[in-house]
């Protein structure tokens, strides 16, 4: 499979991150969905077929909401809030979370990351 048979929400109220992952990753091939709250995540992942959900944490809100409705999405998390966010997730029980950063982390190591979550081989 390549990058552009893969569809990727990503949430952040950060307008430059956005445009920072618009222009990264969408030169690797991914059909990117960007969105600045949980509403708009919500209403995005009701419309269409979404392969995987990178979120910042102001918008962890919606995690039960994924986890109850889409149990196969995977989520990667990157936030800038505090490192014991993942701890407190995990024992909340979402399976679904399969990384979390803190920013600022490298667009390549998130790259990296995304390859590996959506099983896309290396060129």
């Given at each position: 499979m390549n990058c552009s048979d893969f569809?990727?929400?990503i949430a952040d109220d950060n307008l430059s991150l956005l445009d920072i992952y618009d222009k990264s990753l969408s030169?690797?091939?991914?059909?990117?969905?960007?969105?600045?709250?949980?509403t708009n995540a919500l209403a995005e992942l009701g419309k269409s077929p979404i392969d995987l959900l990178i979120i910042d944490h102001t918008v962890l809100t919606i995690l039960p909401f994924v986890e109850l409705n889409h149990p196969k999405l995977p989520v990667?998390?990157?936030?800038?809030?505090y490192?014991?966010?993942?701890?407190?997730?995990?024992k909340k029980g979402f399976a679904?979370?399969?990384?979390?950063?803190?920013?600022?982390?490298?667009?390549?190591?998130?790259?990296?990351?995304i390859r590996e979550v959506l099983k896309i081989e290396d060129l």
């Open positions: 569809t990727i929400l030169a690797e091939g991914y059909r990117l969905i960007l969105v600045e709250t949980d990667i998390v990157v936030s800038g809030n490192e014991g966010l993942m701890k407190d997730y995990e679904n979370v399969k990384a979390f950063y803190l920013k600022p982390e490298s667009m390549n190591v998130i790259k990296l990351k």
